[in-house]
């Protein structure tokens, strides 16, 4: 029968696993380091079972750009894994020397009594119908940016479209026919920039 938990607090970095386990009802504290990979982590994890046989393991980390794949990647082993918000974990108010290791003590620490909170792990279909729409709006993002660099060049460069054609609207056929003769009829060597050309294909394409 297992009589306690043990809290484990996870600091990712872009090459090592760094945590630490507490047991909070003797105040022993283990650390312990591993690559960046699962098959090393539940290594780590199977030693601290084998040290606390009668104890529960649970785990959190930090909400980073790992995502959800490690707390999917352990509940799928068997392990209670939370990812905690980065705006819940306390500050302290002097400055203090900041490590991986006293980052995962902490964690492990603030996990143990309740102050950090746990962020909801979506499905994965709920997942990726998430990374669509952000993927989707950054794409429909990029033009409105790009065509706003290109009036601001243009504009940079002596050159309105609205003043010298008396047209209200950018981006209509007769804005293109504007660009694309700009040359021809302004005689500005503005027009011949590789600079502006290059906007205006990638806006075309």
């Not at 607090?9 to 283990?30: F, N, P, R």
């Not at 082993?77 to 306390?90: L, R």
Request: glycine share 4%.
């Amino acid at each position: 029968m297992k009589t306690s938990i043990i809290h484990i607090g996870l600091d990712v970095d872009d090459t090592q696993y760094y945590g630490s386990a507490l047991d909070k009802s003797t105040v022993e504290v283990i650390t312990f380091q591993c690559r960046l990979t699962l098959k090393g982590l539940l290594k780590q994890l199977k030693k601290l079972e084998k040290y606390f046989p009668n104890s529960t393991i649970k785990l959190c980390y930090e909400a980073s750009y790992i995502g959800f794949t490690l707390q999917r990647d352990l509940t799928a082993k068997g392990y209670h894994c939370d990812i905690v918000a980065p705006t819940s974990i306390p500050s302290p108010r002097t400055r203090q020397i900041k490590t991986d290791r006293l980052d995962a003590e902490k964690l492990a620490q603030f996990y143990a009594n309740d102050l950090l909170t746990v962020i909801n792990v979506p499905e994965m279909e709920q997942e990726q119908d998430r990374d669509l729409f952000r993927s989707r709006q950054k794409v429909r993002k990029q033009p409105t940016e790009l065509r706003s660099h290109i009036l601001t060049l243009l504009r940079r460069n002596g050159r309105c479209y609205r003043q010298e054609t008396q047209h209200k609207s950018h981006w209509t056929l007769w804005h293109y026919c504007w660009l694309s003769c700009g040359e021809r009829f302004n005689g500005n060597e503005f027009w011949r920039s590789p600079c502006l050309w290059f906007y205006i294909d990638a806006i075309q394409k």
